[in-house]
């Protein structure tokens, strides 16, 4: 079945580093992909999405390139903030058992320190 | 536009009693999804209602879990006997109907086991 693998974490780093968070998936078809971000005490917030290959979604600083030849969707940003400090997950949509659904990867802690 | 709640945000309950969580989706969201993130792992689907009827439940974990969406509105997830392994945060998310429309997560429930 569909699955998506991304980095684990957890990541530190200093205020204006540069961020990556690696994710690869496993899809039938050409799911959509995205990154939910959930910042401390709240819920899942959607950061960004891709629909077709080559797609860049961006958002808030940070973008991601829908890579189908390398089936990634790897989270950059040139410069992190405090604020930056979450947990992100990567997903694709999937349709199997006749429904649409999110598939999602185990999350990657960020921590930014000033 | 008021978003998507859930209560309690919290729950500790011992084994073999029950719990029930409620969601309220946004107002006139068709589509309601249940879905669970256990400690360090993915966060998996449950189920997808679509106003009161269950479109797809493959991934309800066995069937001490009961959902009921009544009359299409507000739904409820219920653990009865709970086990340890139940322990975890409880996402509910609603979209409307239409292929691209966002999915909005409420914050979760979490629920802990002892």
Redesign the interface.
């Known amino acids: 079945g569909d699955s ?1 693998t991304q980095m684990e974490g957890p990541v530190t780093l200093s205020e204006e580093a540069f961020l990556t968070i690696n994710c690869t998936y496993t899809a039938t078809g050409y799911p959509s992909l995205f990154w ?1 971000v959930q910042y401390p ?6 950061l960004l999405k891709a ?1 077709k290959a080559d797609d860049k979604g961006s958002n808030k600083g940070f973008e991601a390139t829908y890579r189908k030849e390398t089936t990634s969707f790897h989270l950059e940003k040139g410069s992190v903030q405090v604020s930056d400090s979450a947990v992100y ?1 990567c ?1 694709l949509s999937g349709t ?12 990657t802690k960020l921590t930014v320190n000033p | 536009e008021a978003g998507v709640t859930q209560f309690p945000s919290h729950s500790v309950i011992e084994k073999g009693q029950t719990v029930t969580l409620r969601c309220d989706p946004i107002s006139g969201h068709d589509n309601l999804y249940w879905y669970r993130r256990v400690m360090g792992k993915e966060i998996k689907f449950l189920l997808h209602f679509v106003k009161e009827s269950k479109q797809d439940e493959s991934g309800m974990p066995n069937n001490r879990f009961l959902a009921e969406r009544t009359g299409g509105t507000y739904s409820t997830l219920k653990v009865q006997p709970a086990e340890l392994e139940d322990s975890g945060v409880y996402f509910c998310a609603s979209r409307n109907t239409g292929r691209n429309s966002p999915l909005h997560f409420g914050n979760g429930t979490r629920l802990t086991v002892t």
């Open positions: 998506v939910y005490g709240e819920g899942l917030q959607l629909t997950f997903a199997q058992g006749g429904s649409e659904k999110l598939v999602f990867g185990k999350g």
